[in-house]
């Protein structure tokens, strides 16, 4: 047990229940495994981010390969990159490869909120497939079982919001 002092008035103390925050990890577990990107790919990958997201060279934001996590499956990658990470949300961005099928998964710890940037996807959201282009948006409610799949050979670019599901206890 902590001890509470007068001062200590405005402290929180965070049940032992909460969990941790959230990360972007939890998007990219088994069977996923690491990659390491060739040098000819990071520098078609670093070409085609300058096309995506323009930045004035002074300004110095540019999104680079160097900033993903990459992982492979079957042949096929896929890079995530956390942009905000707190202990009740986490965004960034997915790039799914040619054809690249992000393998079934259940997030029991958040909803997700997907938008597609570049080429189309087919998504099941427990079991229920659909297909989104770019400019659409679909959420995945905590619990349910998904995989998005790229249905084209230009990589896909999601922006992901994860958002901590509230505790039933």
């Given amino acids: 047990m902590i001890e509470l002092k007068e001062e200590d ?14 990360s972007a990890s939890d998007l990219c577990a088994p069977p996923l495994k690491p990659l390491v990107l060739q040098p000819k790919d990071k520098a078609n ?9 323009s930045v004035p060279v002074d300004k110095g934001a540019e999104v680079t390969p160097d900033q993903f996590d990459w992982f492979f499956y079957r042949g096929r990658a896929i890079g995530v990159l956390v ?17 690249m099928k992000k393998p079934l998964w259940v997030d029991h710890s958040a ?7 570049t080429s189309s996807v087919s998504v099941s959201i427990g079991g229920k497939e659909s297909c989104f282009n770019p400019g659409q948006s679909f959420m995945v ?18 922006y992901f919001t994860r958002i901590l599901a509230e505790s039933s206890d």
């Fill in 45 to 53: 990958l670093a070409e085609w981010f300058r096309s995506l997201w």
């Fill in 141 to 158: 409610p905590c619990g349910h079982a998904y995989n998005i799949q790229n249905v084209m050979a230009q990589p896909a670019v999601l």
């Fill in 9 to 22: 008035e405005n402290l929180i103390l965070v049940p032992p229940s909460f969990p941790a925050a959230l």
């Fill in 83 to 99: 942009d905000l990470n707190c202990a009740s949300f986490c965004n960034g961005k997915i790039l799914l490869g040619s054809y």
């Fill in 111 to 117: 909803t997700t909120v997907f938008n597609l940037l």
